[in-house]
């Protein structure tokens, strides 16, 4: 059973007086200026760097396996890290955990933009996935405890506003920055945001804790779930070079579960354990869990594609592919704020179930875009997607964490966070999986049929290789009525992949809309808001 907790008690060293607001301090939407700060350095982070990685390469001499570790060193940190983080928040407070995350990650991109060799940019980007697992989940644990429940659901709606923003703007801000500064101006943009962000936190965010807030550490239940999530997570990252069926990718599968089996025996048999499993008995915030990785499945998933669909098929570059991505954007800043009012009047069920829908409906219509698709047409299904997504970022997380005991808001925000994480990787390796299906079983019959060079088994997989994202294989010098021939080839194999592939996001979503229905509000949203004013 969930158990109502009170602010109005304290911590023996918190004070009587700890969990109210005096002055400034404590303000509800001061706090959520300030924690917004911060979760903007860490989701802009998770987009922008794609676009410095070519300067990078040529700047550092970097292969192409150390380009990946820059992305896959910190999504690889960010995801192990996120619950342990958010339990470091429930046991020391999350405005100490957020302000070390804000430090950390402003001094970790500092020491990127200074970095000489691409070892140091790899290993500082680990430490900014480990900082940002830190203030992630403290941000959803502050805000739980600051606003009151008839609050929580708006002010969820701007952090997700600012997620979505922030993620969608990364290519726009980066590709500015690459193209009229440096790569390095992509790292030290954090230092000033972190500076300012450090400071506010220091002056307004205010520490609650709950009185039964956890005092110990489960270290070995620590140990095993990093493991369980580092090999799961990692080899979703190298299943698409390793393949489903070699022996590595199943190891790593295999050794995932049996450490998430371990990891659920200890924590039975732990006083404290890392995540309480009673937790999960709460079956609107198991369906929120499963809500949310569907969701980034069908979402981070189909937008990997959109990005090499904009870039490679229409041959915008990476400031003009986000720009047509502004409706996308657009809808989840108008959307989520509204969808936090309609959750906060209606609940999260009938929300949660039509942005789902909605969801859905986008990702079969982008399902039938076309190499010659006009921008008109993109953006009502861009747009459509962003509507969609609003009520559910929205929605799933005060499910997720307004379902759960105040005491561990923290680990609920790290689930929340982590559940993000292994949908995002997920729908990534399961779409490209399809996507390189369905061009190894077409390419060579298009190719055959449009009467083009034979190639050898070689050339055939590289250029294989090169249509599953949407790229040309035009060899050099090639006359011109050749390089039209191949291009439309290659455009033609990657957008019917493309097509499978969104279709398959579709069927998640709607998947997804029914699971939506078994949610709703957080039997304890109002436990945290005891000592909020606003």
């Given at each position: 059973?969930?158990?109502?907790?009170?602010?109005?008690?304290?911590?023996?060293d918190q004070g009587a007086a700890a969990g109210r607001p005096s002055g400034l301090r404590g303000h509800p939407w001061l706090t959520l200026f300030a924690v917004a700060l911060g979760v903007m350095m860490v989701t802009l982070d998770g987009t922008i760097v794609a676009v410095a990685n070519p300067a990078i390469t040529d700047e550092l001499h970097a292969s192409l396996a150390q380009v990946q570790w820059i992305t896959n060193g910190y999504l690889?940190?960010?995801?192990?890290?996120?619950?342990?983080?958010?339990?470091?928040?429930?046991?020391?407070?999350?405005?100490?955990?957020?302000?070390?995350?804000?430090?950390?990650?402003?001094?970790?991109?500092?020491?990127?933009?200074?970095?000489?060799?691409?070892?140091?940019?790899?290993?500082?980007?680990?430490?900014?996935?480990?900082?940002?697992?830190?203030?992630?989940?403290?941000?959803?644990?502050?805000?739980?405890?600051?606003?009151?429940?008839?609050?929580?659901?708006?002010?969820?709606?701007?952090?997700?506003?600012?997620?979505?923003?922030?993620?969608?703007?990364?290519?726009?801000?980066?590709?500015?920055?690459?193209?009229?500064?440096?790569?390095?101006?992509?790292?030290?943009?954090?230092?000033?945001?972190?500076?300012?962000?450090?400071?506010?936190?220091?002056?307004?965010?205010?520490?609650?804790?709950?009185?039964?807030?956890?005092?110990?550490?489960?270290?070995?239940?620590?140990?095993?779930?990093?493991?369980?999530?580092?090999?799961?997570?990692?080899?979703?990252?190298?299943?698409?070079?390793?393949?489903?069926?070699?022996?590595?990718?199943?190891?790593?599968?295999?050794?995932?579960?049996?450490?998430?089996?371990?990891?659920?025996?200890?924590?039975?048999?732990?006083?404290?354990?890392?995540?309480?499993?009673?937790?999960?008995?709460?079956?609107?915030?198991?369906?929120?869990?499963?809500?949310?990785?569907?969701?980034?499945?069908?979402?981070?998933?189909?937008?990997?594609?959109?990005?090499?669909?904009?870039?490679?098929?229409?041959?915008?570059?990476?400031?003009?592919?986000?720009?047509?991505?502004?409706?996308?954007?657009?809808?989840?800043?108008?959307?989520?704020?509204?969808?936090?009012?309609?959750?906060?009047?209606?609940?999260?069920?009938?929300?949660?179930?039509?942005?789902?829908?909605?969801?859905?409906?986008?990702?079969?219509?982008?399902?039938?875009?076309?190499?010659?698709?006009?921008?008109?047409?993109?953006?009502?299904?861009?747009?459509?997607?962003?509507?969609?997504?609003?009520?559910?970022?929205?929605?799933?997380?005060?499910?997720?964490?307004?379902?759960?005991?105040?005491e561990i808001s923290g680990v609920a925000g790290g689930l929340q966070q982590a559940a993000m994480q292994v949908g995002g990787s997920l729908g990534t390796a399961v779409l490209g999986a399809v996507m390189a299906n369905e061009v190894s079983s077409s390419f060579a019959d298009k190719w055959s049929a449009a009467r083009l060079p034979p190639l050898t088994p070689e050339q055939a997989e590289q250029a294989a290789g090169a249509v599953t994202v949407?790229?040309?294989?035009?060899?050099?010098?090639?006359?011109?009525?050749?390089?039209?021939?191949?291009?439309?080839?290659?455009?033609?194999?990657?957008?019917?992949?493309?097509?499978?592939?969104?279709?398959?996001?579709?069927?998640?979503?709607?998947?997804?809309?029914?699971?939506?229905?078994?949610?709703?509000?957080?039997?304890?949203?109002?436990?945290?808001?005891?000592?909020?004013?606003?």
């Amino acid at each position: 059973m969930t158990r109502q907790i009170s602010l109005d008690k304290q911590l023996p060293d918190q004070g009587a007086a700890a969990g109210r607001p005096s002055g400034l301090r404590g303000h509800p939407w001061l706090t959520l200026f300030a924690v917004a700060l911060g979760v903007m350095m860490v989701t802009l982070d998770g987009t922008i760097v794609a676009v410095a990685n070519p300067a990078i390469t040529d700047e550092l001499h970097a292969s192409l396996a150390q380009v990946q570790w820059i992305t896959n060193g910190y999504l690889l940190a960010l995801a192990v890290s996120l619950i342990t983080a958010g339990k470091l928040g429930d046991r020391f407070g999350h405005r100490q955990t957020f302000l070390i995350g804000i430090a950390g990650f402003a001094a970790s991109s500092a020491a990127i933009g200074l970095s000489s060799s691409v070892e140091f940019v790899i290993g500082f980007r680990v430490a900014q996935g480990v900082f940002g697992a830190l203030l992630m989940p403290a941000a959803l644990g502050l805000l739980r405890a600051t606003f009151p429940a008839e609050k929580l659901n708006m002010a969820i709606g701007i952090w997700s506003m600012v997620i979505g923003a922030s993620t969608a703007g990364g290519p726009i801000v980066g590709g500015l920055l690459v193209e009229h500064v440096n790569w390095q101006s992509v790292f030290f943009i954090n230092v000033p945001v972190g500076v300012i962000a450090l400071g506010f936190g220091l002056f307004i965010l205010l520490d609650h804790r709950a009185e039964n807030a956890p005092r110990s550490f489960d270290v070995v239940g620590i140990l095993l779930l990093s493991a369980a999530m580092f090999s799961l997570i990692w080899s979703l990252i190298k299943a698409s070079e390793w393949g489903w069926g070699d022996s590595k990718t199943l190891l790593f599968l295999a050794g995932s579960l049996i450490c998430f089996a371990l990891f659920a025996f200890w924590e039975t048999r732990v006083a404290e354990p890392l995540v309480p499993l009673g937790m999960f008995r709460s079956l609107p915030l198991s369906a929120g869990v499963v809500l949310m990785v569907l969701m980034a499945f069908a979402f981070m998933g189909g937008l990997f594609f959109v990005t090499f669909y904009l870039q490679n098929v229409h041959g915008m570059s990476p400031v003009d592919s986000g720009l047509h991505l502004l409706p996308l954007t657009g809808m989840m800043i108008v959307g989520s704020p509204l969808a936090g009012l309609a959750i906060t009047k209606i609940g999260p069920r009938l929300p949660l179930i039509a942005g789902m829908v909605a969801t859905a409906v986008a990702c079969f219509g982008m399902s039938r875009l076309t190499p010659d698709t006009g921008t008109v047409t993109m953006s009502v299904w861009f747009g459509l997607m962003g509507l969609g997504l609003a009520p559910v970022m929205v929605g799933a997380t005060e499910v997720i964490v307004g379902n759960a005991p105040l005491e561990i808001s923290g680990v609920a925000g790290g689930l929340q966070q982590a559940a993000m994480q292994v949908g995002g990787s997920l729908g990534t390796a399961v779409l490209g999986a399809v996507m390189a299906n369905e061009v190894s079983s077409s390419f060579a019959d298009k190719w055959s049929a449009a009467r083009l060079p034979p190639l050898t088994p070689e050339q055939a997989e590289q250029a294989a290789g090169a249509v599953t994202v949407g790229a040309a294989p035009v060899p050099e010098g090639a006359p011109e009525a050749l390089a039209r021939a191949i291009t439309s080839v290659a455009h033609d194999t990657f957008v019917s992949g493309m097509h499978t592939a969104f279709v398959v996001a579709g069927c998640v979503a709607v998947v997804a809309a029914v699971v939506a229905g078994f949610t709703r509000r957080g039997e304890n949203a109002a436990a945290g808001a005891g000592a909020a004013h606003i």
